[in-house]
Structure formats: C-alpha cells, structure tokens
T-cell receptor, first 113, second 109 residues
Framework: QKEVEQDPGPLSVPEGAIVSLNCTYS??????FMWYRQYSRKGPELLMY????GNKEDGRFTAQVDKSSKYISLFIRDSQPSDSATYLC?????????????FGKGTLLTVNP | DGGITQSPKYLFRKEGQNVTLSCEQN?????MYWYRQDPGQGLRLIYY???????QKGDIAEGYSVSREKKESFPLTVTSAQKNPTAFYLC????????FGQGTRLTVV
C-alpha cells in the first residue's frame, strides 16, 4: 500500500460546480498537509497548508483534514475554467527538522465553460 | 522577490553526456529537494538536503548526483548512468511549507 493515495481522475465538471478532491494516507506520522495546483509544464503552486484536523478556508478553496480517518480534502466552490489543472496533495511527517515531503500522484481537473 | 529559480527551462542532452540543472533559492530555507515528474507517475524524490554540506538519496537516486556547498544552491547532475533521463525536473525548498521552482524539461536527443 502506498503511503499516500490520490485518485488520478480525470475529473470533468461544468463551470460553477463544487469540486471535491481527496487523498488518503496510511501513516499517522503525517502531520502537515498541503495542496498544490500545477498547470501544464509549470511548477506546482502552493494553494493551502494545514497542520490540524478541521477546515481551513481561503477564498473559494477549503482544505479539510480528518486525522482520525487519515483523509484530507480540497473543495473548490464556484469552479472556473482557470481552475483546470492537476491538483497534488502533499504531506510531511513530524519529527525534528526532517521535512521529507510525500506526494499523491495528482488529480487532473477540467472545468468546462 | 523571494523565490526559487531553476535554469535552464529547457535542456537537451546527447546520449552519454552529463548535464547539470541549476536550482537557487533566496528564501533562507535549510531544506531543498529534487523531484522528477513523468506522466502518470506523480513526483518522485531524487535527492534532498536538510543542511549545507549534507544530502540524502531519495527513492530514485541512481544515475543522479548533487552537491550542497551553499545554502542557496542545490544543483543536480544527470549522469550518463541514468538510463531514461527525459523528464520534467522540479526543485523545491522547504521550511514547513514547500515552494517549487518552475522546472527544467530535459530531453535526450
């Protein structure tokens, strides 16, 4: 079993839809959680960073962490064609200064006008 | 502006050649990482460095080498021993959050 699982999609939604993207993980040592957006042929851009269970909201984006279920989500409200990209979840284990990142494989999202 | 700069954006390599990809950051982060991204494979860790003059192999280090002589710089050399080097290479620096450069696309010709 991989440490981080993410459905690769592809996911296609109409403009204005609510999008739900998810990752599960197997190791409870993961304590810091990030979501990245990556446009084609570009580097990943950090969207959200959380480290506690619960919700964190930033504009149209909400990151949700459920450590008891080892499950994280990213919700996009009022989705726009410009949101079409690959979304990657990433996690860091706690423990000293070891910042080793582990990524999901990414979900390809298309928002259709 | 603070950030991470990767160069060049595109790189072409002949069979049997070594090439070096540059990664520079001015974020004052201790930790830096190199990833390789292939279609359908996600990001795979090549090497990482937590501090100057120290680095560790990641999951796919064979055929690659790195150095970390300065905090700001973490160059990656793709050697002739790397059997399938054509890929998109991403550098990141980390201080809790991870920030990425814009990548180098390497093609073997």
């Amino acid at each position: 079993q991989k440490e981080v699982e993410q459905d690769p999609g592809p996911l296609s939604v109409p403009e204005g839809a609510i999008v739900s993207l998810n990752c599960t993980y197997s190791n409870s040592a993961f304590q810091y959680f990030m979501w990245y957006r990556q446009y084609s042929r570009k580097g990943p851009e950090l969207l959200m960073y959380t480290y506690s269970s619960g919700n964190k909201e930033d504009g149209r984006f909400t990151a949700q962490v459920d450590k008891s279920s080892k499950y994280i989500s990213l919700f996009i409200r009022d989705s726009q064609p410009s949101d079409s990209a690959t979304y990657l979840c990433a996690m860091i284990k706690s423990g000293g200064s070891n910042y080793k990142l582990t990524f999901g494989k990414g979900t390809l999202l298309t928002v259709n006008p | 502006d603070g950030g991470i700069t990767q160069s060049p954006k595109y790189l072409f390599r002949k069979e049997g050649q070594n090439v070096t990809l540059s990664c520079e950051q001015n974020l004052n982060h201790d930790a830096m990482y190199w990833y390789r991204q292939d279609p359908g494979q996600g990001l795979r860790l090549i090497y990482y460095s937590q501090i100057v003059n120290d680095f560790q192999k990641g999951d796919i280090a064979e055929g690659y080498s790195v150095s970390r002589e300065k905090k700001e710089s973490f160059p990656l050399t793709v050697t002739s021993a790397q059997k399938n080097p054509t890929a998109f290479y991403l550098c990141a620096s980390v201080n809790g959050e991870a920030f990425f450069g814009q990548g180098t696309r390497l093609t073997v010709v």
